[in-house]
């Protein structure tokens, strides 16, 4: 495991699965949160934000995490295992809503500078239709992957605690 895309809905903790993977294996992890959004919640533009995916898939070793449906082919395509997280609307929902709650008025580790948590009206609506839209798109994507690629699904927290035991513990070199 050298190259891992973490996808799955808002709310579903792409980013603290990312992290925790990362401690795991050593691997680098890119929030593409962090990178995407500018200060004010400005959004990269799409030639741009294409380019900065297309540099990071070009490395040995990562960890990206998100869904940014406009880059996913690149990062499907690179990865040597991508890890869907299909939770339920449900869990996504609360997860945001408790995300919102703790990160009030401050900006989240895995966001860029002066993108302040906030409130977006929109973010419910996404999430909620995200089983018909996204999920559909992605189990179709992931579908048509040929070989070569470990694809994990996890449904659920205790899926992911499970996943996270199964993975080795990373060998830390002595001083």
């Known amino acids: 495991m050298n190259r891992v895309a973490v996808i799955g809905s808002g709310g579903a903790g792409k ?3 990312a ?3 990362g401690d795991r294996t050593g691997l680098p ?3 593409l949160d962090a990178l995407n959004w500018k200060p004010g919640w400005v959004p990269t533009p799409p030639d741009e934000w294409r380019a900065i995916v297309e540099d990071l898939v070009k490395r040995d070793r990562w960890i990206l995490d998100g869904n940014y449906g406009g880059t996913m082919d690149l990062r499907i395509a690179a990865a040597d295992t991508v890890v869907f997280l299909d939770f339920s609307r449900w869990r996504c929902l ?3 809503l408790k995300r919102v709650a703790r990160w009030w008025g401050r900006t989240r580790p895995d966001m860029g500078p002066g993108c302040v948590e906030r409130f977006d009206p ?3 609506k996404w999430i ?3 089983p018909a839209r996204g999920r559909l798109a992605i189990l179709d994507r992931l579908a048509r992957l040929g070989g070569g690629k470990t694809i994990v699904t996890l449904r659920n927290p205790k ?3 499970g996943y996270l035991r199964s993975l080795s513990t990373p060998t ?3 001083c």
């Open 172 to 174: 830390i070199p002595p």
């Open 19 to 21: 992290r925790q993977l």
């Open 15 to 17: 980013s603290t699965l």
């Open 29 to 31: 992890v890119y929030c």
């Open 122 to 124: 929109d973010m419910p």
């Open 159 to 161: 899926e992911v605690r």
């Open 94 to 96: 609360w997860n945001w």
């Open 128 to 130: 909620w239709g995200f």
